[in-house]
């Protein structure tokens, strides 16, 4: 699906196009989601672009995720989605800023995506140019990353909590803790964490290849918010990679406290096999 975005009087507003038809000349966004093959040619032909295939964009060579050719800007960075489920994934998503516009090409509907667009349709004043909206999309992506580590976050303390608080003075533990669940909540913090900092480490690249270009839509205002932007995913990798170091402990403490668990067991038995030892005995004799 190709969806054409156009810049009026109060924002961004997507523009009505029949399939097959040409872009709009006006559009400074040609965001392509899930496209087929004959709508990548139908788009490279009119707009005179490369757009990479899902085999070019997996590829992790910086040569071939990151390039300037015949004053065209190619980036691909590899972000988390389906942050809202049991399991995350890693997929790619491709920048491509052209003198007029920007185009990008995706195969998964993200939220911060749903998110600028709503925000663009209210505030003209952060997407007056492909370039400008290049930078919102690349702040929605780093919001939503700073939301996921903060819920890691929230979720590391809560298994904390539960691992280490004692019951209340005088009173007995009247649950056995699931150690089974307790690790089964870490894994999949560690695993969010990991894909967490692969994003931020390609967003990384992405926004050092950026800052060093001489592209023309690169104004003083949106080489501004970039630098913001550097200073932001910067911060969150050091907060997520005390997180990575969190979940390792809480992994530790959680299987010693398993280990600990099974020597009371074990000492049970000892106790009883100690007590029953001389009738054993005696039937012996």
């Known amino acids: 699906m190709i969806s054409s975005f156009l810049l009026?009087?109060?924002?961004?507003?997507?523009g009505e196009f029949a399939p097959g038809t040409p872009v709009p000349d006006g559009s400074i966004w040609v965001d392509l989601l899930e496209p087929s093959a004959d709508e990548e040619q139908r788009l490279e032909s009119q707009l005179g672009i490369d757009v990479p295939t899902p085999e070019e964009m997996r590829e992790i060579e910086t040569s071939n995720r990151l390039y300037e050719e015949a004053g065209v800007l190619y980036m691909t960075a590899t972000v988390v989605t389906k942050l809202d489920t049991e399991r995350p994934e890693s997929s790619q998503i491709t920048f491509i800023l052209t003198p007029n516009r920007l185009i990008t090409n995706r195969y998964v509907d993200l939220l911060p995506f749903r998110r600028y667009i709503a925000y663009a349709e209210r505030h003209r004043s952060s997407c007056?140019?492909?370039a400008a909206v290049l930078a919102g999309l690349l702040e929605a992506m780093v919001n939503r990353i700073a939301d996921v580590l903060e819920r890691?976050?929230?979720?590391?303390d809560a298994v904390s909590a539960e691992v280490f608080?004692?019951?209340p003075r005088g009173q007995r533990r009247r649950h056995t803790r699931d150690y089974r669940l307790i690790l089964e909540r870490v894994g999949r913090n560690g695993d969010l964490t990991s894909k967490a900092r692969e994003t931020l480490a390609s967003l990384t690249r992405l926004l050092a290849f950026l800052q060093q270009s001489n592209h023309p839509l690169l104004t003083p205002e949106v080489r501004s918010r970039l630098?913001?932007?550097v200073r932001d995913v910067t911060q969150m990798s050091d907060h997520?990679?005390?997180?990575?170091n969190k979940v390792q402990f809480m992994l530790e403490a959680t299987?010693?406290?398993i280990n600990i668990d099974q020597n009371n067991i074990l000492k049970i038995f000892s106790v009883a096999t100690v007590v029953l030892l001389p009738p054993s005995v005696i039937g012996a004799i």
Do not use: E, N, Q, V
């Open 8 to 14: 009026d009087a109060t924002g961004l507003h997507r």
């Open 128 to 130: 007056t140019s492909a």
């Open 165 to 167: 608080t004692p019951p």
């Open 152 to 156: 890691i976050g929230g979720d590391i």
């Open 227 to 229: 630098k913001s932007l």
């Open 255 to 257: 299987l010693g406290m």
């Open 240 to 244: 997520a990679a005390f997180l990575a």
